[in-house]
């Protein structure tokens, strides 16, 4: 799209939560090149705190579970029905948002984001290859922006917007549960939707008691279904502060300012702690490591010849042995979790 700024711009991204954590660069750019333009977000409801109190968005327009195209569309159209020009930078490219796409105003112009070519989500979807980005997520989301600006733009930054309160909550549960605030907190999330992106539960408490021992307290947390594995965890590390089905997205994004340090797999708490600046030791399996930026954190794999096998994870292992996760070791992490807790605060991230 080249001309003048439109009133809108209408940016759809439903999911996932380390996806929609990763659009903020995309929408710093859009907001520094179009100030004037209203930003609308369409996302799904469960994950919209994440970009609530992002000053880039203008609104956002939750999109409700079990909502159907025909009335989320009639309610985007309702809240952009007082702009004259509006532009769609649909982000998210699924079967979900062309059918949007195709329920709202045809002369609304349309820049749409492309995963990546057919021939490599064959390819590797049928694992006749590995899979390595070529760029950043991020990146590819920036890249998007630049097509509906019509000029390149700087890159934006990987910030998170946590509400005051739910820093405040955050404090208090951890207040409550026995956390010592004069030592440095080291929070995990041994949680992924994908089982070939969750590393042992033993090997996170292994790395538990390294911090506990080393002076740190070490707080746990997962949704309600992650929480008989965060209890694990907790029960095999004796002073773990276990917080499994307490935190919504709301309060994840209120923990990471109460962190000196954070673990996780290849997932979305992991997301959310790199874009708060909590250095951040991520352990990745069947997903490439490359997707992202590193500076300040860590990112652990194993070299393998059948890995990374996936843009997103497996249920399974395809070779049935998960070597990918199961020769990184609890030694070599705890030594990435040492070496980020002495080098302080993460550099601000582009993705």
Partial sequence: MTGNAPDAVLVLRFSSLGDVVLLAPALDALHAAWPTTRIVLGVAAAIAPVLAHDPAVAQLVTLLPGEGAGAYAARLKQALATHDTVAILDLHSSVRSVALRALLPLHWPRTVWHKRDLAATVAVGLRLKTWRSERLHADRYHLAVERLVGRPLPRGRLRSFPHPDAVARCRDLLANSGRDPARPLVGMAPGARWATKR?????????????????????????????????????????????????????????????????????????????????????????????????????????????????????????????????????????????????????????
Avoid at 243 to 251: I, K, T
Avoid at 275 to 304: E, K, N, Q, Y
């Fill in 199 to 351: 590393w042992a539960a033993d090997r996170f408490a292994a790395v538990a008691r390294e911090a506990i021992a080393a002076g740190c307290d070490v707080v746990v947390q997962g949704s309600g279904d992650e929480a008989a594995l965060c209890g694990e965890i907790a029960g095999l590390a004796p002073g773990s502060i276990n917080l499994a089905a307490r935190l919504d997205v709301a309060a994840l994004l209120g923990l990471m300012p109460h962190c000196a340090a954070f673990v996780a797999n290849d997932s979305g708490a992991m997301h959310i702690a790199r874009a708060a600046g909590v250095p951040t030791v991520a352990i990745f399996g069947s997903t490439d490591p490359g997707s992202f930026a590193w500076d300040g954190h860590r990112a652990l794999s194993a070299t393998l010849p059948c890995a990374p096998c996936s843009f997103y994870g497996r249920a399974t292992c395809p070779e049935g042995h998960l070597r990918c996760l199961g020769e990184v070791s609890s030694e070599a992490v705890w030594a990435a979790v040492r070496d980020v807790l002495a080098s302080g605060p993460a550099p601000t991230l582009h993705g």
